[in-house]
């Protein structure tokens, strides 16, 4: 889908604002490994992709179920989400689009502390009773830095 560069200023600035919360509530959930308020940022049936080979994961069980354990051996984390910008808005569904910096530190690992990832998120919002949620993620990383086995980066889903 081709981008409107001036859809944001048509979107009641509220809505615009509602939207940037749900992405920003998702990086201070990530960041403090809160999986409940995780949880309130999708919707149960969530499609998201972290890129090749994490994902895509069906439902909000199994994305927590990586990320809970992903980002657990951390020390800490910090994704950073900058330029925001609505693709598509129609009072009941949403396509946004924002940069990522997520910086991964585990400070004892012996090949290096951190890791870096960049990349962009694009997320399809639904409307829900109780607000705006994203029903399905993609990140694509655009480029990396640092150790890749500070958390499990190479990680591979379970034979099932």
């Given at each position: ?23 920003m509530?998702?990086?201070?959930a ?28 069906d ?25 925001f910008?609505?693709?598509?808005y ?13 910086l ?27 607000g705006?949620?994203?029903k ?25």
């Amino acid at each position: 889908m081709p981008a409107d560069n001036n859809l944001d200023a048509a979107i009641p600035p509220s809505e615009w604002i509602a939207l940037h919360d749900v992405v920003m509530k998702y990086a201070q959930a990530i960041d403090t490994k809160d999986w409940d308020l995780f949880r309130t940022v999708f919707v149960d049936d969530i499609q998201l992709t972290y890129g090749e080979p994490w994902g895509p994961f069906d439902g909000i069980d199994e994305v927590v179920s990586f990320v809970d354990p992903f980002h657990a051996p951390l020390d800490g984390s910090r994704h950073s989400t900058t330029n925001f910008q609505v693709l598509a808005y129609d009072g009941s569904t949403a396509i946004t689009r924002c940069s990522v910096d997520a910086l991964l530190v585990k400070a004892d690992h012996p090949d290096g502390p951190f890791l870096r990832v960049i990349g962009v998120y694009v997320d399809d919002f639904v409307r829900q009773p109780d607000g705006w949620r994203i029903k399905n993620r993609e990140f694509t990383r655009l480029w990396d830095e640092g150790n890749p086995n500070v958390a499990f980066y190479e990680w591979s889903r379970p034979e099932q």
